[in-house]
């Protein structure tokens, strides 16, 4: 859904002094399909000011400074930093990301700067920004949270999840609970 909201954002405005100057309101109208909608169009707002304010309204290239702006935390700053100035800082980690580390048995955190200390000690530096898209694009269409598509999936002989997704995805909230509880 942000790939679709931004795209039709990004024909009406192509500077941060754009988004700066834009009336906050207007901004709400144009990401209201998004969830928080008010929450992100002040910061996407903020963001914006701070990058006219003391960056000449250029994006800065170190997580340090990036971080430093409204709404951006270690996540989109991984993206920025990798896709837009091709430096692997850090391993996005995005639900899918999260999802399909602990499935694949790269890690069994759930906090996402956790995920990412364990993805990165397991892939080379290199591949952290493709790696991250690769498992977003597996994520959204092979591997579901809800529905993962185990039978045809590419990587179910090297996943020790394979099938017991399934089963734990269509579970009960609670018998999921339960499960993982013991576990523990």
Not at 59 to 78: F, I
Not at 134 to 140: A, E, P
Request: one cysteine or more; a positive charge; proline letters at 4%.
């Amino acid at each position: 859904m942000v790939n679709k909201v931004t795209a039709e954002l990004f024909k009406k405005r192509r500077t941060a002094a754009d988004y700066a100057e834009a009336p906050i309101e207007e901004l709400e109208k144009d990401i209201h399909s998004l969830g928080f909608f008010r929450n992100k169009a002040r910061a996407i707002k903020a963001c914006c000011k701070t990058l006219v304010e003391k960056h000449g309204g250029q994006v800065p290239d170190s997580m340090e400074e990036l971080v430093k702006l409204d709404g951006v935390g270690r996540k989109t700053a991984n993206v920025v930093l990798g896709n837009a100035f091709g430096r692997n800082e850090g391993v996005v980690v995005d639900t899918h990301v999260a999802r399909l580390g602990r499935r694949l048995g790269l890690t069994e955190q759930t906090n996402p700067e956790k995920i990412e200390q364990d993805l990165a000690a397991k892939i080379p530096r290199d591949l952290w920004t493709e790696f991250s898209h690769w498992l977003i694009w597996h994520g959204r269409r092979r591997c579901s949270a809800r529905r993962p598509q185990c039978e045809a999936c590419e990587l179910r002989d090297l996943c020790p999840s394979a099938d017991t997704a399934v089963k734990e995805a269509s579970a009960p909230k609670r018998k999921r609970n339960a499960r993982r509880a013991k576990k523990s």
